[in-house]
């Protein structure tokens, strides 16, 4: 059982589909400079998936939202 619940602790999240959703459609505004990568990066996070006590849970990380950006061609200037 412990090493169960230390298995969901080490699983690598990612981006949602719903976040998916809520990213291409501000990209854009993103491309445009009209909306910051950082609003969006908030809005796409209020679509995280919390699971039962932490366990199944799917957090989107800064890093994974960055990556998805960069597949689709925008880059963010830190």
Do not use: C, P, W
């Not at 950082?38 to 960055?66: H, L, N, P, Q």
């Amino acid at each position: 059982m412990m090493y169960f619940l230390t298995f969901f602790q080490f699983v690598k999240a990612g981006v949602s589909d719903a976040q998916r959703r809520v990213i291409d459609n501000q990209l854009f505004l993103l491309k445009e400079g009209m909306i910051n990568e950082k609003e969006v990066f908030k809005k796409a996070k209020k679509f995280d998936e919390k699971g039962i006590f932490g366990i199944g849970s799917d957090e989107m990380t800064r890093e994974e939202y960055k990556e998805y950006l960069r597949k689709k061609n925008f880059t963010i200037h830190d």
